[in-house]
T-cell receptor
Framework: DQQVKQNSPSLSVQEGRISILNCDYT??????FLWYKKYPAEGPTFLIS?????DKNEDGRFTVFLNKSAKHLSLHIVPSQPGDSAVYFC?????????????FGSGTKLNVKP | NAGVTQTPKFQVLKTGQSMTLQCAQD?????MYWYRQDPGMGLRLIYY???????DKGEVPNGYNVSRLNKREFSLRLESAAPSQTSVYFC?????????????FGQGTRLTVV
């Protein structure tokens, strides 16, 4: 049973608009969350993270929101660019004292149309 | 710096054959990981090594063995390959502090078992 879920396999957005990628988790012990971006034939690369003591973290065009009560996080990309077209994975870490395990979602493929 | 290097990049095996996937990192990280990526399943943890000399099972360890040869190298061995092990394999490393840090991934090994 997947503990981290990305229910949208794909998302298509027009260039310049906002992209919103969603992620849900089931384990209330998760306390650190990350987003990775993956291009074809490459390994995932780290994009942005958030710890459970925050509800928002920004880095340029990328913002991650965390709603702990709903066990939900989202990644906002504003404005979206064609180079953002990739598969995005969210990941969660189960606790400060069990930090060696990351659990990943199944990914959302983002297509940004010019 | 090369980061995380995996070899080989591609491999085709016959059912029952064995092989070892190699991984090396040059970032002086303590923790290293092996993941597999399958369509619709995201990245699933096979084995990890929190530090030199230790290894632990992840979510899907059956059919695999690992060796943490030294701090830099972490290998994954398939003793008797099965078609169900057809996948893309990623090695990752993380550290030195562990919690609150991202993992860095290699470019992946695409394995086909026929």
């Amino acid at each position: 049973d997947q503990q981290v879920k990305q229910n949208s396999p794909s998302l298509s957005v027009q260039e310049g608009r906002i992209s919103i990628l969603n992620c849900d988790y089931t384990n209330s012990m998760f306390d650190y969350f990350l987003w990775y971006k993956k291009y074809p034939a490459e390994g995932p690369t780290f994009l942005i993270s958030i710890s459970s003591i925050k509800d928002k973290n920004e880095d340029g065009r990328f913002t991650v929101f965390l709603n702990k009560s709903a066990k939900h996080l989202s990644l906002h990309i504003v404005p979206s660019q064609p180079g953002d077209s990739a598969v995005y994975f969210c990941a969660a870490q189960p606790g400060r004292y069990n930090f060696n395990k990351f659990y990943f979602g199944s990914g959302t493929k983002l297509n940004v149309k010019p | 710096n090369a980061g995380v290097t995996q070899t080989p990049k591609f491999q085709v095996l016959k059912t029952g054959q064995s092989m070892t996937l190699q991984c090396a990192q040059d970032m002086n990280h303590n923790s290293m990981y092996w993941y597999r990526q399958d369509p619709g399943m995201g990245l699933r943890l096979i084995y990890y090594s929190a530090s030199e000399g230790t290894t632990d099972k992840g979510e899907v360890p059956n059919g695999y063995n690992v060796s943490r040869l030294n701090k830099r190298e972490f290998s994954l061995r398939l003793e008797s390959a099965a078609p169900s092990q057809t996948s893309v394999y990623f090695c990752a490393s993380r550290g030195p502090q562990g919690w609150g840090t991202e993992a860095f991934f290699g470019q992946g090994t695409r394995l086909t078992v026929v």
